[in-house]
């Protein structure tokens, strides 16, 4: 049942640091801080005066370079490999004392999960971006505040829930990696058909 808990927390919080790692960082240090869920020893590690400090600063940046058309695109591509390799970091040290060979795999899962949020989250913005009011990438960004936050909170009080949950995320977020990849494929293969 532990290790179910264990990767309920990791796949949340990677899932998490992927659409906004400074959030998550801030929230699970804030959680260990002031025991706002029982969570286990290893993640007191976010409960330092610095890493929170530095989380909060980064969040309020992030806060309002969401909000404003290609600027939130821009920011993403900043983080395309800063939020994978937080994911990686974060599920590393939710190990505690773990052999070399458990932390390089928890550091593949945490990294390719934040990944996937990430691509994600960065390719539905850059849609997004083409509309031409600015109104529908503030609910997204705020739609994306609320999914980490409530993420976070699941993978910390509700770790199996969490583990339900990120499942189910990773699964659509595969089906939806499938379809354009295939949508792609068809295009480009009536493009290059002689007559196309």
């Given at each position: ?34 025991g ?19 989380a909060?600063a ?97 993978a910390?009080?509700?770790?199996l ?36």
């Amino acid at each position: 049942m532990e290790t179910l808990a264990f990767l309920g927390r990791t796949l949340g919080f990677s899932l998490a640091a992927g659409v906004n790692l400074y959030a998550t960082v801030a929230l699970v240090g804030l959680a260990s801080r002031y025991g706002w869920v029982s969570l286990p020893p290893e993640y007191a590690i976010f409960d330092n005066d610095y890493v929170i400090g530095a989380a909060i600063a980064l969040y309020v940046i992030e806060f309002f370079a969401d909000k404003i058309p290609w600027v939130d695109t821009l920011w993403d591509a900043l983080h395309t490999l800063i939020r994978p390799a937080g994911g990686a970091l974060m599920a590393v040290a939710a190990l505690g004392d773990a052999s070399p060979g458990m932390q390089g795999l928890m550091a593949l899962v945490g990294g390719a999960v934040a990944a996937g949020s990430h691509a994600t989250k960065a390719g539905t913005r850059a849609m997004v971006n083409t509309s031409p009011e600015p109104f529908s990438n503030w609910l997204l960004s705020l739609g994306e505040d609320v999914f980490v936050v409530g993420l976070g909170y699941l993978a910390m009080a509700y770790p199996l829930a969490a583990l339900v949950v990120s499942a189910l995320l990773l699964l659509a977020i595969v089906v939806l990696a499938t379809t354009l990849v295939r949508a792609f494929r068809r295009r480009f293969a009536r493009r290059a058909a002689p007559g196309g």
